[in-house]
């Protein structure tokens, strides 16, 4: 086992608060983001690649992270999208022997700056009381006051748009183009395994990128539509509002996810607000308004859907609640094949309860289609 020299390295919170820690693998330098926790205890490859992170410091609450490498197939996207990784114990060896590289030689390629020896327990605790902030993560321990007025130039997560940041920027096809049905996508922050659980279901996808117009969408003469998860505040978007809007209207089944669930809503008139944490981990309770059933479910979003304006929506209702907290957590047209959920069905590695929500999106098209 190789001996590993660690530098110091800090956490300034936009409040001036300051944890400290040690730089993973002796990478100097400073990243800055949204500060925010995860609670999986698997799937940080996933994590660290899903667009839906991208400028956010994640704060790992696992105490081992590491400890069974990377897999060039456990990937949401080309690239690792979130801007800093936190961690208590951070692992150099791993011991999976299908693993093709470490944790650190996979951040190493995509220059990512991760600190660990931080007291995770502490850090999460503040957040949770404190609620999710703009923050940096530096090895500059000596420079604070300078690290303070950088700190104050980063936007604030709320009004930022960062759909143009991860979305394509050219259209594509994934999937058989023999496939029985045709679904355009509109890529606000899509993942790969959203794109291969509707393949698998006998779908050809024409991905789109976040500002394409409905009509672009419609000359394809899809199926179905479907709006992707993705990053920021879904406000801006007013782009993709405008498409969903008459994706609506084209009485073709349509189906969003996550920040794709929040522009659904938009189209429809209800707002969005910045929730105090957010919520982000593998393991968040949900009930399905519908069967009575409880799920399991990945979440990550730091926005949220208004609970009072669809409740009062008369085309609109709540199909899921999240039981911790009771935020929408799914919405269907009364009268339409429209619906969204807030959470991921498609979540890799899991838990896999919420797979259904496809299903149910392929049933609609084949009733569409007879």
Request: aromatic content about 10%; some cysteine; glycine content about 8%.
């Amino acid at each position: 086992m190789k001996y590993h020299t660690k530098k110091k390295a800090l956490i300034l919170l936009a409040d001036g608060t300051i944890f400290y820690g040690k730089a993973v693998g002796g990478r100097e330098g400073t990243a800055v983001g949204e500060v925010c926790f995860n609670t999986g205890m698997t799937g940080y490859q996933e994590i660290f690649t899903d667009p839906s992170y991208y400028g956010q410091l994640m704060v790992t609450t696992n105490a081992h992270i590491g400890n069974y490498g990377t897999h060039q197939d456990e990937v949401e996207s080309d690239s690792v999208k979130i801007a800093g990784l936190i961690c208590k114990n951070f692992s150099y060896e791993y011991s999976r022997p299908s693993a093709d590289q470490s944790l650190l030689d996979f951040l190493d390629k995509n220059n990512l700056l991760a600190i660990s020896d931080v007291d995770t327990r502490a850090l999460v605790s503040y957040i949770r009381d404190n609620g999710a902030m703009n923050a940096l993560i530096s090895t500059r321990v000596d420079e604070i006051e300078a690290l303070k007025e950088e700190l104050k130039k980063v936007p604030s997560m709320e009004g930022l748009e960062l759909s143009s940041k991860v979305s394509t920027k050219e259209p594509y096809f994934y999937g058989d183009e023999n496939a029985e049905f045709k679904i355009s996508a509109l890529d606000i922050g899509i993942k790969k395994n959203i794109l291969r659980n509707l393949a698998k279901r006998g779908a050809y996808i024409k991905v789109y990128p976040y500002n394409t117009s409905f009509d672009e969408m419609k000359a394809w003469n899809p199926d179905g539509y479907f709006v992707s998860n993705g990053p920021g505040d879904p406000e801006p978007l007013t782009d993709a509002i405008a498409a969903t809007k008459e994706m609506i209207q084209s009485n073709k089944p349509l189906f969003g996810i996550c920040l794709g669930h929040q522009v659904l809503a938009l189209a429809n008139g209800v707002s969005t607000y910045k929730m105090h944490n957010g919520h982000r981990g593998i393991n968040h309770p949900i009930l399905n308004l519908m069967t009575g059933k409880g799920e399991i479910t990945s979440q990550n979003h730091g926005f949220a859907v208004n609970r009072e304006e669809t409740e009062a929506h008369p085309e609109l209702e709540i199909t899921h609640t999240h039981l911790n907290d009771h935020t929408v957590a799914g919405i269907r047209m009364k009268n339409k094949d429209v619906f969204s959920v807030q959470y991921h069905p498609e979540a890799s590695p899991g838990p896999h309860d919420a797979d259904y929500l496809f299903d149910q999106f392929f049933d609609a098209i084949r009733s569409a289609k007879n």
